[in-house]
């Protein structure tokens, strides 16, 4: 009897241990999309800074999953010289993000420095497992709308 009711013990011990394992999975998915986020966003920030605009534009596709055309050869004339995230925030689905960044630039050609608000919607595509920019590179020399 004895033997019974410390194997009946063992099994609810497995059986609740595997239950919060399994429960945990979901947080552990969620954590790392966010954890991904953070690095597309930061490494799509440091190649906007750098001027490597053809490698930013990589991450630029539709919610459709099409590509989104960028216009290389209007931006290739501005230089980041500061870039700051304002505003970063993850849905809690943890398929969809929002950033908002600050970015001072200027155009060679004049040299004189402006400044932009720069508000980005990504998105996380389960196929590929990556996020992407559903929105266009920065307005550099626009007027806003």
Same mark, same amino acid.
């Given at each position: 009897?004895?033997?019974?009711?410390?194997?009946?013990?063992?099994?609810?011990?497995?059986?609740?241990? +595997?239950?919060?394992?399994?429960s945990?999975?979901? +947080?552990?998915?969620?954590?790392?999309r966010t954890d991904?986020?953070?690095?597309?966003?930061?490494?799509?920030?440091?190649?906007?800074? =750098?001027?490597?605009?053809d490698e930013a534009a990589k991450v630029l596709r539709a919610r459709d999953g099409s590509a989104v055309e960028a216009d290389l050869a209007r931006v290739a004339r501005y230089r980041v010289t500061g870039y700051d995230i304002g505003t970063k925030l993850v849905a809690d689905t943890g398929r969809e993000g929002r950033v908002v960044a600050l970015i001072e630039?200027?155009?060679?050609?004049?040299?004189?420095?402006?400044?932009?608000?720069?508000?980005q919607f990504w =998105?996380?595509?389960?196929?590929s497992g990556r996020w992407y920019l559903g929105s266009p590179l920065p307005a550099f020399g626009l007027t806003p709308r």
């Open positions: 009897m004895a033997v019974r009711c410390a194997l009946q013990i063992g099994i609810a011990v497995l059986v609740a241990t +595997l239950l919060a394992a399994c945990e999975v979901p +947080l552990v998915a969620k954590r790392s991904d986020f953070d690095a597309a966003v930061k490494t799509y920030g440091k190649l906007l800074r =750098w001027g490597y605009y630039y200027y155009d060679v050609d004049s040299g004189v420095v402006k400044e932009l608000r720069d508000e =998105w996380y595509d389960d196929d």
